[in-house]
């Protein structure tokens, strides 16, 4: 029998650290236990100690593998991640159980000279680690120049006021859960920039053989953002599993149909390939069947023009 004692692995920023006490203080309410018996223990990931840009050691898994190690060793209990973060393909031991409601998935436009992408000069310097927003903007504005911007929310914002760079992105969803609402210079709407897949969701994964945990799990389980997610990430998948290629995606639930928009950049956002679709659908493996089509249908129409890391 397992303990009633849960232990959440969460890596140690102060975004990480509100999402993991989210999940703590949602356990306690819907379960009845004592925030003594749901403990957060702090975990150091690769990501998190890597200098340099992640494209170039690995990608996708940085933030969460030391995480999956710990499940899989039983160390933790759950783990909870951004799910932007989280492989496309997992572990076989383990299974993200509950996705919460999500976020703001826009992608926020950060300036303390500027109050917009528009109103950027020609030439300005835009600090970001993220190849899908340098792309885009690259898309939108030919002129800019990138440079790469690394650390947590607090880390690169302080790196944009000492003058590092004219301007930075970061997601909406981790500045207002970080109560940072007010360093949103523009809410950049999702026709301008679409978000990467599963932008704004929290995942809680656990391993599959601790069917204990599907009660406690269930009621944080959001179908609408379970759906959304599954069909990004199979649209993801479906392109490219790692972080080497431009891929942004927003799946939107209305009833019972999910529409899906998907798109795939060259990294100088010289080329910008984008389809839609929508489905009705009933469960997780509808949603991922209609991502993963619409990733097999975008990477058709690229005809080799956009080199995919396999």
Do not use: W
Not at 162 to 189: F, N, S
Not at 271 to 280: D, F, G, M, P
């Amino acid at each position: 029998m397992q303990s009633s004692l849960l232990t959440i692995g969460t890596r140690g920023s102060p975004l990480a650290l509100y999402q993991a006490k989210l999940v703590q203080r949602l356990i306690c309410e819907t379960s009845g236990r004592p925030p003594e018996q749901v403990l957060i223990k702090i975990l150091t990931t690769s990501g998190d100690t890597i200098k340099g840009d992640l494209k170039d050691f690995g990608g996708k898994g940085l933030f969460t593998r030391e995480l999956e190690l710990a499940l899989l060793d039983g160390s933790i209990d759950l783990a909870v991640h951004s799910m932007k973060d989280v492989p496309t393909v997992g572990h076989v031991d383990l299974e993200v159980s509950a996705i919460l409601p999500r976020a703001d998935v826009r992608d926020a436009f950060i300036s303390v000279k500027h109050g917009s992408i528009a109103e950027l000069p020609e030439g300005a310097l835009i600090g970001s680690a993220s190849l899908r927003r340098r792309a885009q903007l690259a898309a939108l504005r030919p002129d800019l120049n990138f440079c790469l911007l690394r650390g947590n929310v607090g880390t690169r914002l302080a790196k944009l006021e000492a003058g590092i760079c004219d301007a930075t992105m970061l997601a909406c969803a981790g500045l207002r859960r970080l109560e940072q609402d007010a360093r949103i210079t523009e809410a950049v709407e999702t026709d301008v920039m679409l978000p990467a897949p599963a932008q704004g969701a929290i995942g809680i994964e656990i391993r599959k053989d601790r069917e204990d945990l599907d009660a406690v799990l269930a009621p944080l389980n959001d179908r609408a953002a379970q759906l959304e997610t599954a069909a990004e990430r199979a649209f993801l998948r479906a392109l490219d599993g790692n972080c080497r290629t431009p891929i942004a995606a927003l799946a939107r639930l209305e009833g019972e149909q999910l529409s899906l928009e998907g798109e795939i950049l060259a990294t100088d956002g010289s080329l910008r390939i984008s389809q839609k679709t929508y489905a009705e659908v009933t469960s997780v493996a509808d949603a991922y069947d209609l991502g993963f089509k619409l990733g097999e249908a975008v990477r058709t129409e690229t005809d080799g023009r956009i080199t995919f890391d396999e």
